[in-house]
């Protein structure tokens, strides 16, 4: 009898601490698996805010190259291509990894322009922020450079009226 009583209360040990183990030990690994999402999540995140910064940095370049400050526009463009370098190394994703990929890989025609004082680098500077844009989700519209001839009839400006017009 003292081993049937024995052998009850291991059992009815061994029952409880699974029951209270097994709900416990599932809790634990559904919450562990959203850790690890949200993990996942705050890179992705992380990496948009770097993206983000780099956005910054450009809008500065474009700013100089538009002020014709090209010796500044070169030292900001410097440092704007090494963190590209930096946070496509870096990056979680294939999508953002080959977007700064070739956005680095503008560099040599950009530096060669600044040297220059070529002011047609605003075209390439317009390009990568595009790109960069485009990267972080913002909708991007693209503008196209059209000569008059190009336009509709209705957007061209229209003469004014004899009415209005200055008196000689």
């Known amino acids: 009898m003292k081993r049937f009583l024995a052998a009850a209360v291991i059992v009815v040990g061994a029952a409880a601490y699974v029951a209270g ?3 416990e030990q599932q809790r634990r690994m559904a919450l562990e698996s959203e850790v690890a999402a949200l993990r996942a999540q705050v890179a992705n995140l992380e990496a948009r ?3 983000g910064r780099l956005l910054g940095q ?4 474009t700013e100089a190259v538009a002020a014709l400050n090209y010796g500044q526009a070169q030292t900001l463009s410097s440092t704007f291509f090494d963190d590209v370098r930096t946070e496509a190394a870096r990056a979680p994703g294939e999508e953002m990894r080959s977007a700064l990929e070739g956005v680095h890989q503008r560099r040599d025609a950009v530096t060669s322009a600044l040297a220059r004082g070529d002011a047609s680098v605003m075209d390439t500077l317009r390009t990568i922020q595009l790109k960069l844009r485009e990267l972080l989700g913002y909708p991007v519209v693209p503008t196209t450079s059209q000569s008059p001839d190009a336009l509709p009839p209705d957007a ?3 003469a004014a009226p004899a009415e209005n017009a200055p008196k000689p």
């Open 58 to 61: 450009l809008l500065n370049v």
């Open 49 to 51: 805010v770097r993206a």
């Open 21 to 23: 183990y097994w709900p």
């Open 156 to 158: 061209l400006p229209t």
